[in-house]
């Protein structure tokens, strides 16, 4: 198709999958980047890095100026560390600002994308049990719930300059390679595995390429606005043990309780044990077409 697109966060999980498929078709692929060797190490087949500081906008505004898209997924990992009150604000510095710094700049260039995809979260609904959450559910009250707001409302500013926003809340993406799946595939292989607190919350999956597929839907059609990414059949912590299990021939009967998990996390536990029974509503308005539209067949297809 030979577009000109630029990325930030192209050395995460769903960054590198999709940097991979644009270059297979042939795109264009900048990718916007805090350290450029361990980018050319990931990314060997691309050659276009910008190094990215996003509170230096006058260092890569201009590597914006012409671009077809731009795909942001940068943002510090959630749970990358103990949810102190230090690095909960670089959780919504990473997002709130990397996101305005780079909607302000796409007003100050004379040739603007077409279009910005920025990256999400279901973390946006909080914890709602079990009702049914499409794209036009109300949003949560606890913190990442507060992170996704204000992400979500940089991103939309975009608009403001003619330019299509879609802004994609993506679910638990698995993935054999790192990322949720990787961290409870372990206790299984010790016959310990088992669900994670009471096991009745709802677990929103999406399969790696299926989430591909979503930001390859907004990027080619003219849909624009919020996409829930997530399986339309999502299952409770309990089934996802219990599924799993099966598809590794290990036992699933043991739990992580509550109180463990908050000793270990802290504050994201609250995160973690959400309940959030997530349906793509748009993406099957708009007859998107799932690989893996139920959870057996994508965790066999995994592992």
Known sequence: MDRKIVITGATGLIGRELCRKLNEKGDEVTVFTRDIKKGKEILPYLNNFVEWDYNKPELWKNDLNGKDAIIHLAGANIFGERWTNSYKRTIMESRKSAT????????????????????????????????????????????????????????????????????????????????ALKKMILPFKLFAGGSIGKGNQWFPWIHIEDIIGAYLFALNNEFMGVLNGTSPNPVTMREFAKTLGKVLHRPSFFTVPEFMLKLAVGEGAQSILSSLRVIPQELIKNSFQFKYKYLEPALTSLL
């Open 100 to 179: 305005k710094n780079l909607v302000d700049s796409i007003g100050k260039i004379n040739s603007k994308p077409k279009i910005f995809i920025s990256s999400s979260a279901i973390g946006y609904y909080g914890n709602k049990g079990n009702e049914v959450i499409t794209e036009e559910s109300s949003s949560g009250t606890d913190f990442l719930s507060s992170v996704c707001r204000s992400w979500e409302y940089e991103a939309m500013q975009v608009e403001k300059f003619d330019v299509r926003r879609v802004s994609i809340r993506t679910g638990i993406v698995l993935s054999s390679k790192e990322g």
